[in-house]
Every structure is written in structure tokens, then in C-alpha cells.
């Protein structure tokens, strides 16, 4: 019986627009880097850069999978 194995990162995407486009930098960049089948990713923590009181950007922490073993 043959299964599947699955590596798990973490990333941290910024934006200066929301945590939506935090979230979708992030995943961006892994599959640019990776080049590879990315599966799940989940927002893990939101938080957001303030200077001078005022938000300038929004960060997510995002735990991503992709598959890396038997059954690829």
C-alpha cells in the first residue's frame, strides 16, 4: 500500500493592501521558489506594521504543504 508524504513550511507574506493579499504574496513566492505541487495552506497568525499610528502593512503567517514523497 502505497501513501503520501507531505512537507510543512511556514511563511510570513506582507502587503500594504490586506492580509488576503499577505496571504496570496506569501503562497506566490513559495511556488516560485519551490516550483512544486503546494496542497494546503493555512493562516496560522495576522498581524499588521504600524509607523507613525497608522497601519502600512498587514502580515500573515501562513503554514503551506506540498507533497514530497511516495505518490508524487
Same mark, same amino acid.
Given at each position: 500500500?502505497s501513501?503520501?508524504?507531505?512537507?510543512? #513550511?511556514?511563511? #510570513?507574506?506582507s502587503s500594504?493592501e490586506?492580509?488576503?493579499? %499577505?496571504? %496570496?504574496? +506569501?503562497? !506566490?513566492?513559495?511556488?516560485r521558489?519551490?516550483?512544486? !505541487?503546494?496542497?494546503? %495552506?493555512?493562516?496560522? =497568525?495576522?498581524?499588521?506594521?504600524? =509607523? =507613525?499610528?497608522?497601519?502600512? %502593512? @498587514?502580515? +500573515?503567517?501562513?503554514?503551506?504543504s @506540498?507533497?514530497?514523497?511516495?505518490?508524487l
Amino acid at each position: 500500500m502505497s501513501g503520501s508524504i507531505y512537507r510543512v #513550511i511556514e511563511l #510570513i507574506g506582507s502587503s500594504p493592501e490586506s492580509w488576503e493579499q %499577505a496571504t %496570496a504574496n +506569501a503562497v !506566490d513566492e513559495a511556488h516560485r521558489q519551490l516550483g512544486t !505541487d503546494l496542497r494546503v %495552506a493555512e493562516v496560522v =497568525e495576522m498581524d499588521v506594521l504600524i =509607523e =507613525e499610528g497608522k497601519v502600512r %502593512a @498587514y502580515r +500573515a503567517k501562513v503554514r503551506l504543504s @506540498y507533497k514530497t514523497g511516495p505518490g508524487l
